[in-house]
């Protein structure tokens, strides 16, 4: 047992439901397998389950906890602070492939 620590400027959505929800309502929260340390109060990138850029997000709570089912979890409650524009989207996901999801063109 052991918490992971997440990048500062990484929040991957899995699900497209969670995604919705925060951007729809402005406020979501996502759920992660294992005890995970997420940045409580930063301002983070949030990515689509696609891997690709979408918006910036507020960290407000993490709450890693045991479930009934005995898996290790990790909820994340944020707020939407905006969505991304084209040009944005499109650079953070090029720079995210390269240094977080570990796919990159080029050498």
Request: some cysteine.
């Amino acid at each position: 047992m052991g918490f992971q620590t997440e990048f500062n400027s990484v929040c991957k959505f899995k699900s497209e439901q969670e995604l919705y929800e925060l951007l729809e309502y402005g406020r979501g929260k996502m759920v992660k397998k294992s005890f995970r340390v997420f940045p409580t109060g930063q301002k983070v990138i949030a990515y689509a389950p696609d891997n690709q850029a979408v918006a910036i997000v507020r960290i407000v709570a993490s709450i890693a906890e045991i479930n009934f089912q005995g898996e290790e979890v990790t909820e994340v409650e944020m707020e939407l602070i905006r969505r991304l524009t084209e040009e944005e989207a499109r650079v953070q996901t090029a720079l995210a492939h390269e240094m977080f999801f570990g796919e990159h063109s080029g050498s």
